[in-house]
């Protein structure tokens, strides 16, 4: 049997990850033969793959508005100054800590290239616990945060690879 390349190897993870971020939830019997592969090759290229932090873990993509939550997004621009006490608080995940103080959930945090240095993804109540989370930051992050835009997003169309099961509702929107 000849021995799989690098390339292979590859090809066969990638097709994993496409079904895993779209349907985390499908079994490995499901997933093996959505690729054309073993039970146990499938179960195998899982594992590697999740050992070598390629995939960080699964989640559930949930209507927000049925659990009377809004999605909030803050596009933040930093001051100029030097950064290594912000970029200190970062690594600790001391805005997880503080957003879970609030009652407000981090969905996702990144830092950027363009017009804005960091953006944070959340979930809270209502536009009056963003702002207060909006203000902890600036309180946390005195020395760092410029400018902060806070966006509320109205009606999602697609998340996390899947379009809105009621897509229809976004005329109520427009």
């Given at each position: ?97 503080l957003a879970d103080k609030m009652g407000v959930t981090v969905e996702c945090s990144s830092y950027l290239h363009g017009g804005f240095d960091w953006i944070i993804v959340f979930y809270g ?50």
């Open positions: 049997m000849p021995r799989v390349t690098k390339e292979q190897m590859k090809r066969d993870e990638e097709k994993v990850i496409k079904i895993l971020s779209t349907k985390a939830n499908e079994s490995i019997d499901s997933i093996a033969k959505q690729c054309g592969f073993s039970r146990q090759k499938a179960w195998r290229i899982i594992k590697n793959l999740e050992k070598n932090k390629t995939i960080w873990g699964y989640h559930a993509v949930a209507d927000m508005e049925k659990l009377n939550l809004k999605t909030f997004y803050m596009l933040i621009k930093a001051t100029p100054e030097p950064a290594e006490e912000a970029a200190k608080k970062l690594i600790s995940r001391e805005v997880g800590t109540k209502d536009l009056k616990q963003a702002k207060r989370f909006e203000q902890i930051l600036y309180k946390t992050y005195p020395n760092f945060l410029e400018t902060t835009v806070l966006l509320e997003e109205l009606f999602p169309l697609k998340h996390c690879g899947f379009y809105h099961p009621q897509i229809d509702k976004i005329k109520e929107f427009l």
